[in-house]
């Protein structure tokens, strides 16, 4: 064994010049985090508990990598006492999400396609129904878009619509459907957040 000991005192400490270091945080897409998920068509009648959700994909992933998914369901058919709510067919989905190291950035494009849209007998048809959603983030900026979203040949009671802008509402008879009731079209909605007033972290992109 052996021991070992100071010769002489060290004395008392003495302070140095305060020195402050500016720093800009990287990236760091290692803890970045991607993910969506998209449903091609479903449909809800509460009273009777039909809740039906049809060809869902999903992808996530955290740091840098790929994850993709997709399905297809040829026909989705839905009736509610005998009277048909849902009938189409060709109902695809896709979803892909994605972190990049170099550039940074996390994104995710999802997208569900709907061939031959018919709703309640006839009051709601198209001959094609696309929706396209895509994020992106790279820690100084972030955006969405609906770009790619289409709809084809869109009629509503029988009636053309042609002028099909985001979150459009088409009233529906009262007689027929209640008050109130109405047709909701290219629903878009998003929001970003950065970090907090003095943080250099945090925030949310959806």
């Known amino acids: 064994a052996s021991t070992a000991s100071p010769t002489q005192n060290a004395g008392a400490p003495v302070s140095s010049n305060t020195v402050f270091v500016n720093g800009v945080p ?3 897409p290692g803890g970045a985090h991607a993910s969506g998920s998209a449903v ?3 449909a809800t009648v509460a009273l009777l508990g039909i809740n039906a959700a049809f060809a869902p994909s999903a ?3 955290s740091g840098v990598g790929l994850q993709s998914n997709n399905a297809t369901v040829l026909s989705a058919s839905v009736t509610a006492l005998g009277l048909p709510v849902l009938a189409t067919n060709v109902l695809t989905t896709a979803s892909t999400s994605q972190v990049t190291a170099s550039p940074a950035e996390a994104k995710d494009t999802t997208s569900a396609e709907v061939a031959n849209v018919n709703l309640l007998g006839g009051v709601v048809t198209a001959d094609t129904v696309r929706a396209v959603a895509s994020t992106s983030a790279n820690g100084g ?3 969405f878009s609906a770009a790619g979203s289409t709809i084809v040949n869109l009629k509503v009671s029988g009636v ?3 002028d099909i802008t985001p979150n459009l509402i088409i009233p529906l008879p009262a007689l027929t459907f209640g008050s ?7 629903g878009q909605n998003g929001t970003t957040s950065g970090p907090a007033a003095g943080q250099l972290s945090g925030g949310t992109y959806a």
Do not use: W
């Not at 109130?180 to 290219?186: C, E, I, L, N």
């Open 40 to 42: 091609a068509a479903s």
């Open 180 to 186: 109130g009731s109405y047709v909701a079209v290219f």
């Open 26 to 28: 990287g990236p760091n």
């Open 141 to 143: 900026a972030s955006s």
């Open 160 to 162: 053309a619509i042609t």
């Open 59 to 61: 992808s996530s992933v």
